[in-house]
């Protein structure tokens, strides 16, 4: 990439990210990088062939965000400490045939696949149940939030953008390991909301999905009252920011009304096994297919 390039990609970056205090003590959420590496085009990644509530998201009073919440720990998600991030693959920018549909998958170890076998993540299952005319990558990464993700897409997801596509997708899921660190379902969600306005003014589509409870559910933790909020606010906004939402909490095999029968589907009550991950590619296959309508 030339200097010019350079100097003008963090022009154009820094602009996008100013932006005033959020006006309730939490800081806007940041530019992301101004600079991308040379090598852009090698991603950590694999190459893979109604809720009760009814209190709005800016009415919830929530807890500070230093409060304990999640499960009490202040640690990530994983059994497999989330926030060290396991090395993938390095595979290049995938190729993908004119007319053909490109479909990114981010998020953390949800849809990397934590605890379970090769090819048993999400991503990797809802492939083989869509149109043979698409090409997925999964770029999630264990341990992420949604600054995380704010942060590295730029260069980490922008550059896989195809131009001879039909069209590309990226279908996105966080905010588990957000709300176990006791960010309020707020700034998750201008989080959110940045992260898939910016996408969508890039030439992406996106799809996003709502947030699972964890096993047992505390129905009066604070991990669970936020993850409500967000819920809410996802179902009510999504038009706003995204094109489709994959609603896996409503769905009655693993979602918000499943209890202890969704632990069936877990490996150590927030990951998934292989089944619940066919049950999260069903949702999300459901959700992509008014958009892959003539993808055949």
């Given at each position: ?46 190459t ?78 809802a ?17 992420q ?7 590295d ?14 069209q ?11 709300l ?97 991950n ?19």
């Amino acid at each position: 990439m030339s200097l010019v390039a350079l100097v003008a990609l963090a022009a154009t970056v820094a602009l996008a990210g100013c932006a005033a205090s959020l006006g309730d003590g939490e800081p806007a959420a940041g530019p992301g990088p101004t600079v991308c590496t040379d090598d852009v085009a090698t991603q950590q990644a694999a190459t893979v062939a109604g809720d009760g509530t009814t209190m709005g998201i800016d009415e919830a009073d929530g807890a500070a965000e230093s409060d304990a919440g999640g499960d009490g720990t202040g640690q990530p998600t994983g059994g497999e400490a989330d926030g060290d991030e396991e090395d993938g693959e390095a595979v290049a920018v995938p190729e993908v045939a004119a007319g053909d549909t490109l479909i990114v998958f981010d998020g953390d170890s949800l849809t990397y696949g934590t605890g379970t076998a090769a090819g048993e993540d999400y991503p990797s299952v809802a492939l083989q149940r869509l149109p043979s005319r698409v090409t997925a990558v999964n770029v999630a990464v264990p341990g992420q939030e949604w600054s995380d993700m704010l942060d590295d897409a730029a260069c980490e997801i922008d550059p896989l953008f195809a131009p001879a596509a039909r069209q590309n997708i990226v279908v996105v899921w966080a905010g588990t390991n957000d709300l176990n660190r006791t960010h309020t379902a707020k700034r998750i969600w201008r989080e959110l909301e940045r992260y898939c306005r910016d996408r969508r003014r890039r030439g992406w589509k996106v799809v996003i999905l709502t947030v699972l409870p964890r096993i047992p559910t505390r129905s009066g933790s604070r991990f669970e009252r936020q993850r409500r909020l967000l819920n809410h606010a996802i179902r009510e906004r999504w038009p706003a920011v995204a094109d489709a939402v994959a609603d896996v909490a409503h769905d009655e095999r693993i979602g918000d009304y499943a209890g202890f029968a969704a632990a069936q589907y877990k490996t150590d009550g927030i990951h998934n096994n292989a089944a619940g991950n066919a049950v999260i590619a069903e949702v999300v296959v459901d959700t992509l297919r008014p958009l892959l309508a003539h993808d055949d």
